[in-house]
């Protein structure tokens, strides 16, 4: 339920001084989540020799030959304008 918690909040005399150490912490969260995952792919790249191109087994999806159709206009969409241009009538008079 909105606007309840399940426990009361506590005064904090030094808020700054809070936040502060919570900001540090989550940036050397941060930093050790960094280190960890450049030092993972260089154990990777030791264990796999192979060419760095995609395997003959994997397949790539790919998308529709034929893309969906635009959506069908509306009378509103033929007074908009057209990328700064004059706005498009969608039909003139051949006079």
Do not use: C, W
């Amino acid at each position: 339920m909105l606007g309840t918690s399940s426990e009361e909040l506590h005064f904090d005399p030094e808020i700054e001084r809070t936040a502060r150490a919570n900001r540090k912490a989550v940036r050397q969260a941060k930093q050790a989540a960094r280190v960890a995952t450049l030092d993972q792919p260089s154990q990777e790249e030791e264990e796999d020799t192979s060419s760095p191109y995609i395997a003959e087994e994997e397949h790539i999806e790919m998308a529709e030959a034929n893309p969906p159709p635009p959506p069908r206009r509306t009378l509103g969409d033929y007074g908009q304008r057209n990328d700064g241009e004059i706005a498009n009538l969608g039909f003139q008079p051949a006079n």
